[in-house]
């Protein structure tokens, strides 16, 4: 536990599995929160900036503080806010030009980030992964390499081959905060989202999967996907969202594998398939865990509407059941 009986819990991800996490445990004061995110982002204006600038990708970091701002509602608009298209600046968000000022201004991403975060009233910690600018790229088992995050997103689809290997290049190291926290962490939560270009950038940094590694009091959960996704998940079961991960931050380090138990509608499980080509995600063979060290929890976790995504408060009430019971 941390200080005044407050309970220390960081969070390993990227893009909207950190919003919605976050949006999940934000509002429990029992919670000190430190949110590491990836670096690895090279979409879009992300990428404009990292090539005119020279700074780190600032779009993670953006959902963090919109997650955890206690203004979140105002800050999500501000942030989200893009020019009009006849504007020069029409394809950066606001946030990015907020940003690329501050580190103009203070010529230290850290120090910056710091004042953001009292700016908008942050709860918690918001701690880039490493300060040190890599590419995330991959080999598949056709020995091809596919560099950069964006390509492995856009370039791979149902038909490409298996991803063999994910790596960064250069190797860099881990923030020496994000190491803190994990030292001190009593829960680290590892997110949803994209399995190989949302949380693996995290544990391919140098330190992170050690760190998690050599902190034994600290319970390990990590919430499995809703769906599969063409290229990254072809065809994976939740078994092989959880064995891809423990390859890449070793194996009896995981405590708790939460997965959705709620029946997606077939109506929108067809659109997704037809539309996305992805499928449900769910246990099939339950004796498939039977050797496993993680227990396996199995929950609805489902916000069905016209999409599929996690639901904030389930997701919040797993997180407190799990630290109740343990």
Not at 275 to 295: G, Q, T, W
Request: charge should be neutral; hydrophobic fraction near 40%.
């Amino acid at each position: 536990m941390g200080k005044n009986g407050n309970i220390n819990v960081v969070t390993i991800w990227w893009w909207n599995g950190s919003y919605w996490l976050l949006s999940s445990i934000r509002d429990n004061d029992d919670y000190n929160i430190s949110a590491i995110i990836s670096m690895s982002d090279s979409w879009g204006s992300t990428w404009i900036l990292r090539e005119e600038f020279n700074m780190l990708p600032p779009g993670d970091v953006r959902r963090a503080i919109m997650a955890l701002s206690r203004e979140h509602e105002l800050v999500k608009q501000l942030f989200d806010y893009r020019y009009d298209k006849c504007s020069s600046v029409w394809w950066h968000n606001l946030w990015n030009l907020i940003i690329t000022a501050m580190s103009q201004i203070t010529g230290n991403f850290d120090k910056w980030l710091k004042q953001v975060a009292k700016m908008f009233k942050v709860k918690g910690r918001v701690i880039p992964v490493t300060l040190e600018l890599s590419n995330l790229n991959v080999e598949l088992q056709d020995w091809k390499i596919v560099e950069w995050e964006t390509k492995i997103d856009l370039d791979l689809d149902e038909t490409s081959s298996p991803i063999k290997i994910a790596y960064l290049t250069p190797e860099v190291n881990a923030n020496s905060k994000a190491i803190n926290a994990i030292e001190k962490a009593d829960y680290i939560l590892l997110s949803f989202w994209d399995l190989y270009t949302s949380i693996i950038p995290n544990l391919l940094v140098k330190g992170i999967k050690e760190a998690i590694a050599k902190n034994k009091k600290a319970k390990v959960v990590y919430f499995c996907n809703l769906m599969t996704k063409p290229g990254e998940t072809t065809d994976f079961e939740a078994i092989d969202f959880i064995d891809t991960i423990e390859k890449y931050l070793w194996k009896d380090i995981i405590d708790y594998f939460v997965v959705n138990n709620w029946y997606i509608s077939e109506k929108l499980a067809e659109k997704y398939k037809n539309l996305e080509k992805k499928k449900p995600v769910k246990i099939k063979n339950h004796d498939a865990f039977k050797r496993k060290s993680y227990k396996v929890i199995e929950a609805d976790l489902l916000h069905e509407n016209t999409f599929v995504r996690h639901s904030y408060d389930k997701i919040g009430e797993v997180v407190k059941e799990i630290i109740r019971n343990s």
